[in-house]
């Protein structure tokens, strides 16, 4: 079924400048106005609408739309949430919740992070039922979340523990990827099926407190623990290859690493990418395994006391499928043998979706009409989204992270998430609002 382009395009930037005004910055999320508004656009088009609440401040939409023989196909969710980080006006070009439409972008803070994709995803779902679509089998769902920002525990996180049957499916279509980038004059396409798992840890060292007057007296954790900072300085931990990198690779350096490469072998073929270009390099380098990132330094709460104690806390990212035992690991190896001690406050276990699947080649024959030498990649995220909820939940479920850019390379959408003068090109806005209108009824009939 295609839709008219030009309607998709005035559809969905309608929508996004909408999304856009209402203020859901989290905290303190205040989602309820917008999901109203969503809960209205889409029972008027024939949606079965379900709101679930942790929080009435904080209410999850869940809409249906089912084939009359529902149980012979898939379930397919749109999953999109609707609270966004907070925006400073005074770094702005534009105010943050105007929506206003610029050099051909439509600028405010959840342009990219994700109200756009909220806008493409409601945009082909409501134009596809006005053009007559129903599923022929299976169902579509689409799921809009709260508090994404701050950890999904009154979105994600808490409907698919306390209600995973209304939000059970066996497809899903989230953020986390479709952005992309351009290597040796091949663009390639990123689709997120995989997320690390963040493991932060303490490094502690211990000495006796003392007069800061006289140095000699004491025993300065403090000094001790500096040497242990500088070993997390420049090299990152030995990689642990897992297998959205190391398809990665194998598309750009045109080799596969195999099961077992050695650090040498690996380090050679990222040598060959950093030649090529530097900035893929540098964020291609954290998915290839465990990284490490020192952020919070504590010692002495006294300018004039020498601390007995000091600690550096450091935020660390696994790959999937890794935990805690991966991160110590490597950690010892970089810090070598000391006086310190190592404590996880964090530990959570990265997870990720098989990349042979139908969807996946849905999103491979629609990346080959846009661009037809074009490759979709599957992708491991650093960070991670309410995807993670749902394939903890639902051990089956195919959840790709796919929101299509093509005027915007990554290298330029990526930095304006959670930062100053976010926008989407209008463009780009409909580019990902004509792919869901093409996937959807390519999954589901
Ligand atoms: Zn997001």
Not at 8 to 15: A, R, V
Not at 229 to 251: C, N, S, V
């Amino acid at each position: 079924m295609a839709l008219e382009t030009a309607r998709l395009e005035q559809t969905s930037t309608e929508l996004l400048q909408q999304l856009i005004r209402f203020n859901t910055v989290n905290p303190p999320g205040d989602e309820a106005v917008a999901q109203a508004f969503i809960q209205g656009l889409l029972e008027e088009n024939g949606f079965k609408v379900e709101i679930l609440s942790r929080d009435p401040k904080r209410p999850n939409l869940i809409a249906t739309l089912e084939a009359p023989n529902k149980q012979d196909g898939p379930t397919l969710a749109l999953l999109t949430h609707i609270d966004t980080v907070l925006a400073n006006p005074d770094e702005w070009q534009v105010d943050p919740w105007s929506g206003e439409i610029r050099d051909g972008c439509i600028w405010g803070r959840g342009a990219q992070d994700m109200k756009g994709q909220a806008a493409a995803e409601l945009a082909a779902a409501t134009e596809l039922v006005k053009a007559g679509w129903r599923p022929e089998s299976g169902a579509l769902k689409i799921i809009v979340t709260s508090d994404e920002e701050a950890g999904g525990g009154y979105g994600a996180r808490w409907l698919c523990e306390q209600h995973p049957e209304a939000v059970r499916c066996d497809y899903a279509l989230n953020e986390g990827g479709g952005n992309q980038f351009v290597y040796n004059g091949r663009r390639y396409f990123r689709v997120g099926c995989a997320e690390k798992g963040p493991c932060r840890f303490t490094v502690t060292t211990h000495g006796a407190a003392g007069h800061a007057s006289m140095p000699r007296l004491g025993e300065n954790a403090l000094l001790k623990l500096a040497p242990l900072i500088e070993k997390l300085a420049g090299k990152q931990p030995r990689y642990d290859l897992t297998a959205e990198p190391r398809a990665i690779l194998t598309a750009l350096v045109g080799t596969d690493p195999g099961d077992n490469p050695t650090q040498e072998e690996l380090e050679e073929m990222l040598s060959e990418v950093r030649a090529v270009d530097e900035r893929l390099f540098a964020l291609l380098e954290p998915t290839m395994g465990v990284s490490m990132s020192p952020t919070i330094v504590e010692a002495s709460q006294k300018i004039n006391v020498i601390p007995d104690r000091a600690s550096v806390r450091v935020d660390c990212r696994v790959p999937p499928g890794h935990g805690a035992e991966l991160a110590e690991q490597r950690a010892r190896e970089m810090l070598g043998d000391g006086d310190y001690e190592i404590n996880f406050a964090e530990a959570a276990i990265g997870n990720g979706s098989p990349h042979d699947t139908k969807l996946m080649d849905l999103i491979r024959d629609w990346v080959g009409k846009v661009d037809p030498d074009a490759v979709a990649l599957p992708s491991v995220l650093p960070g991670f989204t309410d995807s993670r909820w749902f394939r903890e939940a639902f051990p089956d479920v195919i959840a790709y992270g796919f929101f299509p850019q093509i005027e915007m390379e990554m290298y330029d959408s990526d930095p304006l998430m959670h930062a100053a003068d976010e926008r989407i090109p209008v463009q780009d806005l409909t580019l990902a609002t004509e792919f869901f209108a093409e996937v959807v009824p390519a999954l589901l009939g």
